[in-house]
């Protein structure tokens, strides 16, 4: 059988089974930790609206663009990403491999936080909610201690490992159908009594009326990276799940839906969050503890219902991680599978294998290895920073230089109009942004950011490492 023929075949059994399909788990890669855990963490941080406001900036100019353009490629070659920028050459594929890094790096700290949601289910359950005074001292007694949050990252990463070698599809898509709609009912949930409780208009003052002498450089490369962090972009997730797209899919639709629906996720997290925060008279700027010290405390005023729903609450949040850091996995093992010819049980085993390495390094760099510093930072923030607000802005940058210099416009126009059979009267708009604005504009906000930051050797690191594989790049 010709070459194209069999690719023709085999892609077709790979297909998503439906549209619906292909949008929850897209949807499921997208929403995780970074909508419920980091983005309101992140908008206490940076000031609240105006933060806001800038991030939805990022996300519909930038993020949104960046979406279409990497179904369009997935789509255009039907491969994954280290395929997709090779098949046009070879001088590209270090872009592709910096993103099986960046998944590689962000799976050094997610399922750090991945545990502490698992162990939360647990917590729930057993008492944890019974004295809400302690909640606060609890969580940061429990991330900095050495053995349990350890133990809980390895049966978090162990679930990762065994979805990922068992093939992504089957249980874990069926699980996210029940478990994200449950997620986004309960968040609604909790904002109902979140805003009802007394003092919660601060709160809301918080999130909506934005206080721009806050804004700094640095302000604008955290949203940026939170966009292409939340998004799954600029790492080749999305160009992967879009090789498996269908014909006849409306890409450009479809890239709306998910970051529609993945930016009400994060929009609804915080809207739960801050008002009972300034209700319980706590500081916005507290950090990474945020949602796993404001939600117990919301259902601790609920007696029993209040222990089932926030065990409920936790186990959303776990699966919503899972859907999301399986297809971290995913990316590093297609990389080996394609690239380094390994079968894929060997490479699930032998990266998450380096994975549990890192993790235990960012877990205790909380603890017992607060003192050690890597450019100036511990391990865990040197994973999410050099992975949020280096890699994937680059590797965004590079992927709208690449799709708006070195790919044809004729066949970007074919690809996204399904061969003119469907209508995308932006097209132009959005060759524009992507040709000229994006790449501009993330060249601003990360030198702008670096400037601003305090880890400038973090930053130049990143940046060498990028420099390094560019020259390899025939060689990945
Ligand atoms: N988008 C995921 C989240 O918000 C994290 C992620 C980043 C997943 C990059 C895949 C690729 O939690």
């Known amino acids: 059988m010709p070459k194209t023929e069999q690719r023709v075949e085999q892609k077709q059994r790979e297909n ?36 806001i406001i800038i991030y939805l900036a990022c996300v519909f100019i930038v993020g ?34 910096l993103g099986a890094l960046s998944g590689f790096f962000i799976m050094g700290f997610y399922p750090v936080v991945g545990g502490w949601a698992l162990a939360y289910v647990f917590k729930s359950l057993t008492g944890l909610l019974s004295s809400p005074e ?16 350890l133990i809980w990252m390895v049966i978090y990463l162990a679930l990762n490992v065994f979805i990922v070698a068992r093939g992504v599809k089957g249980g874990i898509e069926t699980a996210g159908k029940v478990l994200m709609p ?10 109902f009594r979140s805003v009802s409780l007394e003092g ?29 962090f939340s998004l799954s972009l600029g790492m080749g997730c999305m160009i992967t799940y879009g090789s498996y797209l269908d014909k006849k899919e409306n890409l450009q639709r479809n890239a709306a839906i998910v970051t529609t629906m993945d930016t009400c996720a994060a929009l609804l997290a915080a809207i739960a969050i801050f008002p009972a925060l300034f209700a319980f008279g706590m500081e916005p700027a507290q950090g ?8 117990p405390q919301i259902f601790a005023k609920m007696g029993a219902l209040g222990v089932l729903l926030s065990a409920i609450f936790f186990v959303a949040l776990t699966v919503a991680a899972l859907t999301s850091s399986v297809s971290l996995l995913e990316v590093v093992t ?33 603890g017992v290895l607060s003192g050690v510093k890597l450019f100036g930072v511990g391990f865990f923030d040197f994973f999410d920073i050099l992975t949020d607000k280096i890699f994937l802005a680059i590797g965004g940058m590079l992927l709208a230089i690449f799709v708006g210099w070195f790919v044809k416009k004729e066949d970007l126009k074919d690809e996204l109009t399904n061969g003119g059979t469907v209508e995308f009267k932006l097209f132009e708009v959005w060759y524009n942004l992507i040709k000229y604005v994006i790449p501009v504009a993330i060249a601003i906000i990360a030198v702008s950011g670096i400037m601003a930051i305090e880890q400038t050797s973090l930053m130049l690191f990143g940046l060498a490492v990028i420099v390094v594989l560019a020259i390899f790049s025939k060689k990945l």
Request: net charge positive; hydrophobic share 50%.
């Open 288 to 295: 990474p503890g945020l949602v796993f010290v404001v939600v």
């Open 200 to 228: 919660a208009v601060e709160g809301l003052k918080f999130l909506f009326m934005p206080k721009w002498e806050d804004v700094s450089g640095q302000t604008f490369l955290a949203a940026l990276g939170q966009a292409f």
């Open 134 to 149: 302690t909640i606060g001292d609890a969580f940061s007694a429990f991330i900095t201690g050495t053995y349990e949050p």
């Open 334 to 366: 297609a990389y080996l599978i394609d690239e380094k010819k390994m079968d894929r049980k060997p490479a699930v085993y032998a990266s998450s294998a380096v994975m549990i390495i890192l993790c235990i390094l960012s877990s205790l760099s909380l």
């Open 64 to 97: 949104l663009s960046i979406m279409i353009a990497e179904f369009t490629i997935g789509r255009r070659t039907s491969l994954a990403a280290v395929g997709a920028y090779k098949s046009y050459s070879r001088r590209w594929t270090f872009a592709g491999a």
């Open 16 to 51: 998503w089974g439906s549209r619906i399909g292909f949008i929850l788990a897209a949807a499921g890669s997208a929403i995780g930790l970074g909508n419920i855990w980091r983005f309101p963490y992140l908008t206490g941080e940076n000031g609240g609206g105006a933060f």
């Open 182 to 191: 449950t997620l986004f009912v309960l968040l609604v949930f909790i904002i």
